[in-house]
């Protein structure tokens, strides 16, 4: 059983368009946490967000915590091809903050 | 400041046979967690060692365990290996006094034929 849900699965777009990316739950989770991976690479922490209805800024990417703290947006404006990459959404429970739930992930491509 | 680092970065193992992957900590850490990422998966979670003990455990059978040094570093060891072992292993680790967050090294790839 999937704990975290992530759509769409793959994402092509051109560099400058919008995109958004979705998170969604089947249990509450303390925080929620959006990585993104290269390949190659371990994923990299872009944001931690807690309260039910909190939203984040980083550059050109918000992030967004639904307000039952079951599902989570990431919007990014005006793509760039630094952006491609797969994008993991992932839940922590409080006092277990090592155990993280990771989705399945978004692969992003953002064509110059 | 070196991050957290694994060894080796690809591996090919053949059924059956064990496995050792290694992990370094980033330099002030003192929690060591191991996650396997299946091609086209997110990462998911084998267990964590703090204090040289197993702390907590993902849904992984026995073949799969583990080790923390004192200095931190850890090892992961799989047993009797299959080849729905071919993974990404990677090691992330973590300030456990103020709940910092989990930084994760580049993985090792390991391929069981």
């Known amino acids: 059983t999937q704990l975290l849900e992530q759509s769409p699965q793959f994402l092509s777009i051109q560099e400058g368009e919008n995109l958004t990316v979705y998170c969604n739950s089947s249990?509450?989770?303390?925080?929620l946490q959006w990585y993104r991976q290269e390949p190659g690479e371990g994923p990299v922490l872009l944001v931690t967000?807690?309260?039910?209805?909190e939203v984040k800024k980083l550059k050109r990417l918000t992030f967004q915590f639904g307000d039952a703290r079951k599902d989570s947006s990431l919007h990014i404006t005006a793509a760039q091809p630094g952006d491609t990459g797969l994008y993991l959404c992932?839940?922590?429970?409080?006092?277990?903050?090592?155990?993280?739930?990771f989705g399945p992930g978004t692969s992003l491509s953002v064509i110059p | 400041d070196a991050g957290v680092t694994q060894s080796p970065t690809h591996l090919i193992k053949t059924r059956g046979q064990q496995v050792t992957l290694r992990c370094s900590p980033k330099?002030?850490?003192?929690?060591v967690s191991w996650y396997q990422q299946a091609l086209g998966q997110g990462p998911q979670f084998i267990f964590q060692?703090?204090?040289?003990?197993?702390?907590q455990r993902g849904n992984f059978p026995d073949r799969f365990s583990g080790h923390q040094f004192p200095n931190y570093s850890s090892e992961l060891n799989v047993n009797a290996l299959l080849l729905g072992d071919s993974a990404l292993y990677l090691c992330?680790?973590?300030?456990?006094?103020?709940?910092?967050?989990?930084?994760f090294g580049s993985g090792t790839q390991l391929s069981v034929l």
């Open positions: 992330a680790s973590r300030r456990t006094s103020n709940n910092e967050k989990l930084f």
């Open positions: 249990s509450v989770f303390s925080s």
């Open positions: 967000v807690v309260t039910g209805g």
């Open positions: 992932a839940g922590a429970r409080a006092a277990s903050y090592d155990k993280v739930i």
């Open positions: 330099s002030g850490h003192d929690t």
């Open positions: 060692y703090y204090e040289e003990e197993e702390r």
